[in-house]
């Protein structure tokens, strides 16, 4: 196995008393591709959120690269949160800012780089997702597609040792679908370390290392694509896949 | 039969120094309390939407308290009452401006932390959620992420607020500031042309509010992230991309 990026261990979290994840640990190694699955309530959103270091855990640990970032204080947590690329299900691109400033916010008001060096390197990375041409559109006049696509341009551009997505197609309309997991699979190729919360099966078939699947805030199954679609070996998944199929 | 309205003395008040005085010093004090009540309005929105609950307690009895007292009151009870109090109100400085100013500012502060809330909770939570992710600190989301998209929600009801201070101003002649509508009283009491007098005070306040209807549809052009040029430009090639 090769060393781990991204690691959570036994991470517990509840809201108001309710337990969302029950003691998840999760090992993320250089360039691994984790595809999660599992129902809605089942914690995945929320385990990604843990792994983000949007969310504190109540118990247990997440360690990035090697160092423990769970439990640090939030001035001392913001500037770790850049190392995790993360995109969301509804894209959450600033309305007030066009694409290009979008994907230069981080690098000028965290990065604290210059005007004209956060612009090029931005423009560079519209490219990597297809948009330069784009650069200048606001959110709204942008198709769902191309949003999720400067999302993920504005996640990448951070150069972050991981890359968290959370069901970054199910807001799509189906034609929109493909594009997004093309620049996703481009990602994995180019040896990105990847966790991504979706039930695109397909996607998950291709481009997964592992598949897990989560429910009532465990992680109750985790294999590789091809024995997990053939033989899983819980009955929960097999109940679950043939759901989703 | 109508009684005659004299055209002539019309013009003449409308043409007339204390007119044009009182309406510049109207909007002055309105211009003024805006924005000094925006300004403490703003942190007092912040307070209210914090986590700490001294705070928002703080918030609540401020708004309680000033919302609840007339305006009247208030600016009768600065003008009078602070000299009372402090001794230093006595002095040449206090003037009837500065305690009408104090007064407004005070008493619109409380509606405006109410709309400013209300603007900054419009904002998606998923705005601020990718501001976090992306490392920013909380600070500067609000200012490059949040506060520039609550603008948008918080022009309109603000614009109202002008135009409400606007009038609210008239109320500073009791104190013996001579704005617009204390300059036409006056000029009316000298030959009751109350008819004349009265509506060239009224319009003046018709021209101050279309100014500002016109600001405020540029204001909120400008708050509106897609410019409409661009807008016409990309219908029909949104329409291309749904095919």
């Known amino acids: ?43 995945k959103s929320t385990l990604l959120r843990c792994l983000a270091l949007l969310e504190p855990v109540d118990a247990g640990g997440v360690w990035l690269d ?120 481009g990602l994995a190729r180019d040896g990105m370390t990847m966790v991504v919360v979706s039930h695109e099966l397909r996607f998950a078939h291709h481009v997964a290392s592992s598949i897990l699947m989560m429910d009532e805030g465990r992680i109750i199954e985790e294999a590789p694509p091809e024995k997990f679609f053939s033989s899983p070996s819980h009955e929960r998944t097999r109940r679950f896949l043939a759901l989703v199929e | 039969m109508l009684a005659s309205f004299d055209k002539h003395i019309f013009w003449e008040a409308l043409s007339s120094r204390p007119y044009w005085h009182g309406a510049l010093l109207a909007l002055e004090l309105t211009c003024a309390t805006l924005g000094a009540a925006f300004a403490l309005a703003f942190f007092l929105a912040l307070g209210a939407l914090s986590k ?41 400085w206090y003037k009837p401006f500065l305690a009408a100013f104090i007064a407004l500012a005070l008493n619109e502060a409380a509606y405006m932390s109410e709309i400013i809330r209300a603007g900054l909770l419009s904002v998606d939570p998923g705005q601020e959620l990718a501001g976090r992710a992306l490392g920013m600190t909380r600070g500067r989301i609000l200012r ?80 509106t992230w897609r410019s409409t040029a661009r807008r016409r430009r990309a219908l029909p090639a949104v329409a291309h991309d749904a095919r």
């Open chain 1, 66 to 185: 090697g160092a423990r970032l769970s439990g640090l204080r939030e001035k001392e947590l913001a500037p770790h949160r850049s190392e995790v690329g993360m995109v969301f299900q509804r894209f959450n691109l600033f309305q007030n800012m066009t694409a290009l400033a979008n994907v230069m916010c981080g690098l000028v008001e965290v990065r604290r780089l210059k005007k004209t060096e956060a612009q090029a390197r931005a423009l560079e990375f519209l490219e990597r997702v297809g948009l330069r041409d784009k650069a200048d559109s606001y959110p709204d006049e942008l198709s769902g597609g191309q949003q999720q696509r400067v999302a993920i341009a504005r996640a990448l551009v951070m150069r972050p040792k991981a890359m968290l997505f959370d069901e970054p197609t199910s807001a799509l309309d189906v034609e929109l679908v493909r594009e997004v997991l093309d620049v996703m699979e």
């Open chain 2, 144 to 223: 490059r992420v949040i506060v520039p998209q609550a603008i948008r929600i918080i022009i309109p009801p603000t614009a109202n607020e002008f135009i409400t201070l606007l009038k609210l101003t008239s109320l500073a002649s009791v104190i013996s500031l001579y704005e617009l509508l204390g300059a036409s009283t006056i000029r009316a009491s000298q030959n009751f042309a109350y008819l004349e007098a009265y509506s060239a005070a009224a319009v003046y306040y018709l021209g101050i509010v279309s100014v500002l209807m016109v600001l405020q549809a540029r204001l909120e052009r400008r708050f």
């Open chain 2, 52 to 92: 700490s609950r001294p705070l928002r307690g703080l918030v609540l009895v401020y708004n309680w308290l000033f919302r609840a007292i007339p305006t009247l009151l208030l600016l009768l009870f600065v003008w009078n009452g602070l000299p009372q109090l402090w001794s230093a109100f006595t002095a040449d």
């Open chain 1, 1 to 43: 196995m090769n060393e781990s990026i991204l690691r959570a261990e036994a991470v517990s979290k509840s809201y108001d008393g309710l337990a969302v994840l029950r003691g998840v640990t999760l090992e993320v190694g250089r360039g691994e591709v984790k595809v999660i699955i599992g129902p809605s309530g089942s914690g």
